[in-house]
């Protein structure tokens, strides 16, 4: 076997699916025996989208939107510390948004739901998940891993942990997780309500806490600055739900089942000190947690598999140099500093003390107006990121945006199959001349860039807007050698 994935969560299973189409042996071991239901991820950002419409996914969930929203038109904004966002004042013509549209029906899809698409689309892929098997111990022999689990050891190549925030791979490989504590308890969940009239539909704010009600009925969730829960393992019980509402709402608010499995979490915030250890990766709520503010964590993790994937790949098949990986971590670390610094800045911002609500306060103000909306929405959607490399072309380190093509295709419906894409609209087929199976030629008779090389994760690493080549050939020998 050539990879070890420790976790079929929406990482691990992304991950394992990148790998398995780039035609890596790899095996995932999932200590449950089953899916976990739990209510958590809804909001899905405009990357993670892109990266699944990639792989041929979008109409899966376009689907589940729509069963999930049943809302046609429906323009995902989010909100930031509780304070929404409202579609009717984003700026939808930016140029940042407006190249990323194509995958708006694919932006809410519970967790639970999308999980089912991943591990779908890995099973046709030829991936095994073992269910059942926790990884206990980790060996790293500089030529391959070996890990132990109840059941015997396996070998591979290499591992990669996608084994959530409280990661056994990141313990037993020495990986420090610096970060901050917890100051509040949090619950997720979707409940049966003997007197709904008592809560506000919304986000309300109190000296106690927070809670928000909607936008699903029935869907609660809790916010108390009470220092972090005492047992975080401890299963989660609707009196828990209950007191916590009651406590934030000043209500006497009467829960009475749940309809899905609850969540608790914390602000503890954390990120992996490397996400590099010998042959070891890690990926994922592994590498770093925070609250859940701004929906961030799933579409971080599914950002740093579908990194990760191509290049581990290349290198296990020996088409690059083991160099290549270290481009993972320091390309994906500084993303999860952001995300990190996003969601604290949250947490700041709704406690309850009379300076923090001033503050809000202010922060109100400035996202009533269209450029504070738009620069939140730009930011929650993802479509800012940008990775600093050679090249002044708009598009280079950013992910490809949409791109109709003249046959009536999209670039996106090019890539199911994984590897590097070149975008050729030159009249003499300038570019794809040089591409020497490096990458798949895309030609096109249509205007604007007149050129680009997108890695398989949807970065592009070349574009131009005139049949010059220059910086290709350099492109193609970093990258897709
Ligand atoms: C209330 C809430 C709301 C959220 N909302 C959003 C949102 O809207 N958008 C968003 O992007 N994110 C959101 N998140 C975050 C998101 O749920 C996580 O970031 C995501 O689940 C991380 O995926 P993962 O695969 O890295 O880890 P996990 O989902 O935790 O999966 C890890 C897997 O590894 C397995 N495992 C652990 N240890 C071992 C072992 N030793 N051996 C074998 N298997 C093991 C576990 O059983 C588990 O299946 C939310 C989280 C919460 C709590």
Same mark, same amino acid.
């Given at each position: 076997?050539?990879?070890?994935?420790?976790?079929?969560?929406?990482?691990?299973?992304?991950?394992?699916?990148?790998?398995?189409?780039?035609?890596?042996?790899?095996?995932?071991?999932?200590?449950?025996?089953?899916?976990?239901?739990?209510?958590?991820?809804?909001?899905?950002?405009?990357?993670?989208?892109?990266?699944?419409?990639?792989?041929?996914?979008?109409?899966?969930?376009?689907?589940?939107?729509?069963?999930?929203?049943?809302?046609?038109?429906?323009?995902?904004?989010?909100?930031? $510390? +509780?304070? /929404?966002?409202? *579609?009717?004042? =984003?700026?939808?013509?930016? %140029?940042?948004?407006?190249?990323?549209?194509? #995958? !708006?029906?694919?932006?809410?899809?519970?967790?639970?739901?999308?999980?089912?698409?991943?591990?779908?689309?890995?099973?046709?892929?030829?991936?095994?998940?073992?269910?059942?098997?926790?990884?206990?111990?980790?060996?790293?022999?500089?030529?391959?891993?070996?890990?132990?689990?109840?059941?015997?050891?396996?070998?591979?190549?290499?591992?990669?942990?996608?084994?959530?925030?409280?990661?056994?791979?990141?313990?037993?490989?020495?990986?420090?997780?610096?970060?901050?504590?917890?100051?509040?308890?949090?619950?997720?969940?979707?409940?049966?309500?003997?007197?709904?009239?008592?809560?506000? $539909? +919304?986000? /309300?704010?109190? *000296?106690?806490? =927070?809670?928000?009600?909607? %936008?699903?009925?029935?869907?609660?969730?809790? #916010? !108390?600055?009470?220092?972090?829960?005492?047992?975080?393992?401890?299963?989660?019980?609707?009196?828990?739900?209950?007191?916590?509402?009651?406590?934030?709402?000043?209500?006497?608010?009467?829960?009475?089942?749940?309809?899905?499995?609850?969540?608790?979490?914390?602000?503890?915030?954390?990120?992996?000190?490397?996400?590099?250890?010998?042959?070891?990766?890690?990926?994922?709520?592994?590498?770093?947690?925070?609250?859940?503010?701004?929906?961030?964590?799933?579409?971080?993790?599914?950002?740093?598999?579908?990194?990760?994937?191509?290049?581990?790949?290349?290198?296990?098949?020996?088409?690059?140099?083991?160099?290549?990986?270290?481009?993972?971590?320091?390309?994906?670390?500084?993303?999860?500093?952001?995300?990190?610094?996003?969601?604290?800045?949250?947490?700041?911002?709704?406690?309850?003390?009379?300076?923090?609500?001033?503050?809000?306060?202010?922060?109100?103000?400035?996202?009533?107006?269209?450029?504070?909306?738009?620069?939140?929405?730009?930011?929650?959607?993802?479509?800012?990121?940008?990775?600093?490399?050679?090249?002044?072309?708009?598009?280079?380190?950013?992910?490809?945006?949409?791109?109709?093509?003249?046959?009536?295709?999209?670039?996106?419906?090019?890539?199911?199959?994984?590897?590097?894409?070149?975008?050729?609209?030159?009249?003499?087929?300038?570019?794809?001349?040089?591409?020497?199976?490096?990458?798949?030629?895309?030609?096109?008779?249509?205007?604007?860039?007149?050129?680009?090389?997108?890695?398989?994760?949807?970065?592009?690493?070349?574009?131009?807007?005139?049949?010059?080549?220059?910086?290709?050939?350099?492109?193609?020998?970093?990258?897709?050698?």
């Amino acid at each position: 076997m050539d990879v070890i994935v420790v976790g079929a969560g929406p990482v691990g299973l992304a991950l394992a699916a990148e790998l398995a189409l780039a035609g890596v042996s790899v095996r995932v071991l999932e200590r449950r025996d089953s899916a976990d239901p739990a209510m958590r991820a809804q909001s899905i950002n405009v990357p993670t989208a892109e990266a699944l419409d990639r792989r041929g996914l979008l109409p899966a969930l376009e689907r589940i939107q729509r069963e999930t929203l049943g809302a046609p038109g429906f323009r995902f904004t989010g909100h930031f $510390a +509780g304070m /929404s966002l409202g *579609p009717g004042l =984003v700026d939808w013509a930016d %140029p940042e948004l407006a190249a990323h549209t194509a #995958v !708006e029906g694919a932006r809410m899809i519970p967790q639970p739901r999308l999980e089912e698409v991943l591990a779908g689309h890995a099973e046709r892929l030829g991936v095994v998940v073992r269910r059942g098997v926790e990884v206990t111990s980790l060996e790293d022999t500089g030529q391959g891993v070996v890990v132990g689990t109840a059941s015997g050891s396996l070998r591979a190549g290499w591992l990669v942990g996608c084994d959530g925030g409280h990661s056994t791979v990141r313990r037993l490989a020495g990986i420090p997780f610096p970060g901050t504590n917890p100051e509040i308890t949090g619950y997720q969940a979707v409940v049966d309500i003997a007197d709904p009239g008592k809560l506000t $539909a +919304g986000w /309300s704010w109190s *000296p106690r806490g =927070v809670y928000r009600y909607g %936008p699903q009925p029935g869907r609660v969730a809790t #916010v !108390e600055f009470d220092g972090g829960p005492a047992d975080r393992s401890a299963p989660v019980t609707l009196a828990d739900v209950q007191s916590s509402l009651r406590r934030v709402s000043g209500t006497d608010v009467t829960l009475t089942a749940f309809r899905a499995a609850p969540t608790r979490w914390t602000d503890n915030t954390r990120q992996a000190s490397t996400y590099r250890a010998g042959r070891v990766f890690l990926a994922g709520d592994a590498a770093h947690v925070h609250p859940p503010f701004g929906g961030q964590g799933l579409n971080l993790g599914v950002g740093d598999a579908v990194n990760l994937g191509w290049k581990l790949a290349a290198v296990v098949s020996g088409r690059s140099p083991e160099a290549l990986l270290d481009t993972y971590d320091a390309e994906r670390r500084p993303v999860g500093a952001w995300v990190l610094d996003w969601t604290r800045a949250q947490i700041g911002i709704l406690r309850g003390d009379p300076k923090s609500g001033v503050l809000r306060g202010v922060l109100a103000d400035l996202l009533a107006t269209r450029d504070g909306t738009t620069y939140a929405v730009k930011q929650i959607a993802g479509v800012t990121q940008r990775l600093p490399l050679p090249g002044s072309h708009p598009w280079t380190g950013r992910y490809v945006p949409d791109v109709p093509l003249s046959n009536g295709t999209r670039l996106a419906d090019h890539a199911h199959g994984g590897g590097f894409l070149l975008l050729d609209r030159t009249p003499g087929a300038v570019f794809g001349g040089r591409a020497h199976g490096r990458a798949r030629v895309i030609r096109d008779d249509g205007t604007g860039v007149a050129g680009a090389l997108i890695r398989p994760d949807g970065v592009v690493v070349w574009a131009t807007d005139t049949p010059d080549a220059h910086g290709l050939d350099e492109a193609l020998s970093r990258w897709a050698s």
